[in-house]
């Protein structure tokens, strides 16, 4: 009886498409925008081929999205991504794909975002930098800092523990706080940025691509050269619009979800994209693209020297000055705490999946009397908080962000392994351009995974291998059930 009690068999319907849009488009928004653009620039030293990578990125974020949104019509259960393998690949291929999830690519990205997070915050709270040491356990530093990163996930753990309600709150408040910030910041920088020119400067001879090094030498960049560098730098555009496939784990709370997983995927992600777009459009308005490392003023260390990579704080500082630092330090924890809930709200659910298929800890399998599964949530935060400690969460970008091209790749393949084994299944929306479309995704994430395995080779492997451990794993965690 007290069982019955405190735990709830079911998950509650009571996310509509805006709450499903919200939690698209504010897992995607997290830092990345407002740093990656600077090693992009150093890389390829065209504007051209800059805003190109960001076009494409979206491109084929897009297309994927579209092709999830008949898998997520198909099967609208909790578990999302896991559920679509599993039925197209069978157990061991989905097990693999969530053992990866959990171990790297959504607790890294958690524990990543929290450290981001604490990194803005420091700007107000200067005791929170890295060099308040206090204590040293061997390779591991504890810091106040990653104290407080961790105490940043536990606090979102505990509200998301509460029901989802809870949860849908913070991420609309973010999510939709940071979205107007950026279309403000985008408006103000175009608007300001066009009188003084330099848009049309660093479009002036837009397709001269280069790579400059951290002395700044340069280097002319072309065909071969040039395909390594444009897909060595796509790892800053797509992490930074990963994790719009977090909506498909939480598939068991959204109305409606056959009609509104689909639309809320396409509308999050081109959302999305086209704030992305634009904010490197304000960018090249407000600063030059190229830049010295020696220079002293924002304008002579341009988008690739910013100080610390971080752009968005160079563009805002050339339209409000000084203060610019605690404006861009502020937005980027409102969209980096918004992040980590929407990522902390739908990991949990995929964890749930698994362990209801007897392949994930038992414990995760259960509701608590808020109808949300309140130990997988908890489970999830102490190996996020354990990466938070680690010191590896700058390698575990390169992972995750490979690895979850890899299983996009593994997933759109299964649309046609299951239009061919199952024809006959209801499919209230059909992938967008089918077949046409979700081959030219696969077709052109395998290229980039090729690339980033030969200029990444060490980080990428490591990514491989993370996900290959899954299989003697899956092997030892069914043992019994085979038996």
């Not at 065209?46 to 019509?73: D, K, M, N, P, R």
């Not at 395998?446 to 899956?474: D, Q």
Request: glycine letters at 10%; charged letters at 10%; proline letters at 3%.
């Amino acid at each position: 009886m007290q069982a019955t009690l405190e735990e709830k068999t079911e998950f509650k319907r009571s996310l509509s498409l805006l709450d499903s849009t919200l939690i698209v488009s504010g897992t995607m928004i997290g830092s990345g925008v407002f740093i990656v653009s600077a090693d992009m620039a150093r890389n390829l030293g065209s504007s051209g081929w800059l805003l190109a990578l960001w076009v494409l990125t979206g491109i084929l974020t897009i297309a994927a999205a579209l092709s999830y949104g008949e898998l997520a019509g198909m099967m609208p259960k909790a578990g999302g991504q896991y559920i679509y393998i599993q039925r197209a690949f069978g157990p061991l291929t989905g097990f693999v794909y969530g053992w990866t999830v959990f171990t790297v690519i959504q607790t890294g990205t958690i524990a990543a975002v929290a450290v981001a997070f604490t990194k803005y915050t420091a700007v107000f709270f200067p005791a929170l930098g890295p060099e308040n040491v206090l204590l040293t356990l061997g390779p591991v530093k504890i810091t106040l800092g990653s104290l407080f990163a961790i105490g940043s996930l536990v606090l979102l753990t505990w509200l998301n523990s509460r029901g989802v309600q809870s949860g849908k709150l913070i991420q609309n408040v973010f999510t939709s706080t940071k979205i107007i910030a950026l279309v403000g910041l985008i408006v103000i920088g175009i608007t300001l940025g066009l009188k003084t020119g330099l848009l049309s400067t660093n479009l002036t001879d837009a397709w001269a691509a280069t790579s400059t090094a951290a002395d700044g030498s340069v280097m002319p960049l072309a065909g071969v050269a040039l395909l390594l560098a444009f897909g060595t730098s796509m790892v800053g555009s797509l992490f930074s619009a990963d994790s719009w496939n977090n909506v498909t784990f939480i598939a068991g709370e959204i109305e409606n979800p056959r009609r509104n997983i689909p639309l809320a995927l396409f509308l999050g992600t081109f959302l999305v994209t086209t704030i992305y777009f634009l904010a490197n459009i304000s960018y090249l308005s407000l600063l030059p693209l190229k830049g010295s490392p020696e220079a002293t003023d924002i304008l002579g260390r341009g988008i690739q020297f910013a100080e610390a990579d971080r752009v968005a704080t160079a563009a805002v500082s050339t339209i409000f000055g000084n203060v610019a630092v605690a404006i861009m330090a502020g937005l980027i924890m409102i969209s980096t705490f918004g992040c980590n809930n929407g990522l902390i709200l739908a990991g949990a659910r995929l964890y749930y999946a698994m362990a209801q298929d007897g392949l994930f800890l038992k414990q995760a399998s259960h509701l608590n009397k808020n109808a949300v599964p309140g130990r997988a949530l908890w489970l999830q935060c102490l190996w996020a908080s354990l990466l938070c400690l680690s010191g590896t969460y700058g390698d575990l970008l390169d992972y995750c962000t490979f690895t979850s091209l890899c299983f996009y790749i593994v997933t759109i393949g299964g649309l046609f392994v299951l239009r061919r084994k199952e024809p006959d299944a209801e499919r209230p929306y059909r992938a967008f351009g089918y077949p046409i479309i979700p081959a030219l995704y696969m077709l052109a994430g395998l290229t980039i995974c090729g690339i980033l395995l030969y200029t990444k080779t060490f980080n990428t492997g490591m990514g491989l291998l993370i996900a290959g451990l899954g299989i003697p794993v899956y092997f030892l965690t069914t043992r019994g059930q085979r038996a």
